[in-house]
């Protein structure tokens, strides 16, 4: 198993998600855990998606940086806002990334 600095925001943000779960377990915390728990599989080459003219990075990061900024705002302890930062951070730099906006 290789980790690059791409897998290892992808995993900081699953344990943020499954803390925002066990935490809060609202329906943003769930939405997000799916999404990055999806961008692992296809990371770790577990699971391949390929749909003809559909963005799917594109797609899991925006799910993800949205999830997580709803999280953000509806987190009520310290390690929940803390989780739900992390999740909205990756969430935006994956975003940044797709969008070709960083190099």
Do not use: C, D
Request: aromatic share 4%; glycine share 8%; proline share 3%.
């Amino acid at each position: 198993m290789h980790f690059n600095p791409g897998t290892v925001m992808i995993l900081s943000a699953l344990i943020a998600a499954v803390i925002l779960v066990v935490q809060e377990r609202g329906f943003a915390a769930v939405v997000a855990l799916l999404a990055v728990g999806l961008q692992a599989l296809m990371a770790f080459g577990i699971v391949s998606l390929n749909v003809r003219g559909l963005p799917i990075p594109l797609i899991l990061a925006s799910v993800l940086t949205v999830a997580g900024a709803i999280a953000w705002t509806r987190a009520g302890n310290k390690a929940a806002i803390s989780a739900a930062t992390v999740v909205t951070l990756v969430g935006g730099y994956e975003l940044a990334l797709a969008l070709n906006l960083l190099r």
